[in-house]
């Protein structure tokens, strides 16, 4: 693993610099593996889930917000005010010294993380976690994934992109409709379970490399089929033939796809 990609390099409260829009606004990013993302901006509080690997591939998608009293334009209820566009171009990162750098599909710049922040939210306003603590564990985590069984073709970006449907979905079984994924070329994914919508942000990377985040979904009772889990949990993706593999940290598949004809 290269220091300039280690993922728990990003675990902390960082001020955001050298981006578009939000200078100044502070990102705590922890291990939480269900709201380990907090964006204090001037508009209240964004909250989601992050993701990196060892090979610096980053994602992250917001889950819910908490809005603080000001009732300018821009913090108006909307798609971006959900999604950040810095915050959703961001796809890789890197280390550099004392500040981290995200990074775009390209490899362009995206912001600069720099160390120290202290978020004081206001009122209505999540409180901050305390410092995050980088334990064995939380280093356990993030380790790099398993490699791909044998059989496997890594996937790329392009051959990810499209609807999938898992494999053994029976006829019939949904009343209307049916579990599936659409892998977007905007790095975000729709779907449903069967019967509730997901959705959330994707990236891949080289050797299969994989991460997805999945945010909220609706609370129907069914007799579902998780595919949102399957995204949330995979660390990589292979091709078995015309069938997609999600693979685990530690090699065990999540789920399998297979393209929606």
Not at 94 to 107: I, Y
């Amino acid at each position: 693993m290269s220091p300039q990609t280690e993922p728990v390099a990003l675990i902390g409260s960082w001020k955001l610099a050298e981006v578009a829009e939000g200078a100044g606004d502070i990102l705590q990013l922890t291990p939480d593996k269900h709201n380990g993302l907090l964006l204090y901006d001037r508009c209240g509080a964004l909250m989601g889930t992050w993701r990196a690997n060892a090979n610096g591939l980053f994602v992250a998608g917001a889950s819910g917000r908490s809005v603080s009293d000001n009732d300018a334009q821009e913090c108006r209820p909307g798609p971006e005010l959900m999604n950040p566009a810095w915050l959703h171009r961001a796809s890789a990162f890197r280390v550099e010294g004392d500040s981290r750098v995200l990074l775009d599909a390209q490899g362009g710049h995206v912001a600069r993380l720099l160390p120290g922040a202290k978020p004081t939210p206001g009122p209505n306003l999540p409180s901050p976690a305390g410092p995050p603590v980088v334990t064995d564990e939380v280093r356990r985590a993030f380790a790099p994934a398993a490699a791909l069984p044998a059989g496997l073709t890594p996937s790329r970006r392009d051959t990810l992109l499209g609807r999938w449907v898992p494999v053994d979905a029976r006829p019939g079984r949904f009343g209307s409709g049916g579990p599936y994924v659409e892998l977007r070329d905007d790095g975000t994914w729709r779907g449903s379970d069967g019967c509730n919508g997901e959705g959330g942000q994707w990236v891949a990377g080289p050797a299969g490399d994989f991460l997805a985040t999945s945010g909220p979904t609706t609370v129907m009772g069914c007799d579902n089929v998780p595919v949102g889990v399957w995204l949330s949990k995979a660390w990589r993706a292979g091709l078995d033939g015309e069938v997609l593999v999600l693979l685990d940290a530690q090699g065990g598949e999540t789920g399998r796809l297979k393209r929606d004809r």
